[in-house]
């Protein structure tokens, strides 16, 4: 079955720096994959969404990439801040939105 | 609009007990999903929707029911609770499914906390 992998380990950096978080997945490419963000004791939010036959996506200060080669998105954010402090999930579409799956997510923590 | 709203936002249940965890969206969505987040797990999906008489289990559903009677409201019953089910459960919705990027966006509630002793 298909499976995502986050770094479970936070990311630490520090303010005005760019910040990558990696999604990998290891079966067949989905039809599209989102990143959402998630504050603590609040629900996952929508941030961008990349089809398959998209290289790049970029909305404001962020950057998602998709590589079916490499089975891997990246998500950039750039002149991070530390209101950017969060985490960020990965989720993997199935076939339909009820077949969505989620990544663990990665803690992003930006220092001032 | 309110988007989703769940309640309670926190509950303590003893063993063997049940209760039910309200999930109420406006924004008029087709499509509903009940997920639980554990610490350092990604959200897995119990039971989803596709409109008003429609359910359907995903992929952890024991444990738990749901019914749909409106579009609007979606409930998810635990019928005898379980050490196992404390978790921090989130409802979501989505306009329809399979058409991208603001179709099959979800939008979250602000989840429920239930901790089972």
């Known amino acids: 079955s298909q499976k995502i992998e986050q770094n479970s380990e936070a990311l630490n950096i520090q303010e005005g720096k760019t910040a990558t978080l990696t999604c990998n997945y290891t079966?067949?490419?989905?039809?599209?994959l989102q990143w959402y963000r998630q504050d603590p004791g609040r629900g996952p939010v929508f941030l961008l969404l990349i089809r398959e036959n998209e290289k790049e996506k970029r909305k404001e200060r962020l950057k998602v990439t998709f590589d079916t080669t490499l089975k891997q998105s990246l998500f950039h954010i750039t002149a991070s801040q530390p209101a950017d402090s969060a985490t960020y999930l990965c989720?993997?579409?199935?076939?339909?939105?009820?077949?969505?799956?989620f990544g663990a997510g990665t803690r992003l923590f930006v220092k001032a | 609009n309110a988007g989703v709203t769940q309640t309670p936002k926190f509950r303590i249940l003893k063993i063997g007990q049940s209760m039910t965890l309200q999930c109420t969206q406006d924004m008029n969505h087709n499509y509903m999903y009940w997920y639980r987040q554990d610490p350092g797990m990604g959200l897995k999906l119990i039971y989803y929707?596709?409109?008003?008489?429609?359910?359907d289990k995903g992929e952890v559903p024991n444990g738990y029911n749901v019914s749909r009677s409106t579009t609007e409201d979606f409930p998810l019953r635990l019928e005898l609770a379980a050490p196992s089910q404390t978790s921090v459960y989130f409802c979501?919705?989505?306009?329809?499914?399979?058409?991208?990027?603001?179709?099959?966006?979800?939008?979250f509630g602000p989840g429920t906390r239930l901790t089972v002793l």
């Open positions: 989720a993997l579409d199935q076939g339909g939105g009820f077949k969505t799956i």
């Open positions: 929707s596709v409109g008003a008489g429609i359910t």
């Open positions: 079966n067949y490419s989905p039809a599209y």
């Open positions: 979501a919705s989505s306009p329809t499914s399979g058409g991208g990027e603001g179709t099959d966006t979800q939008y």
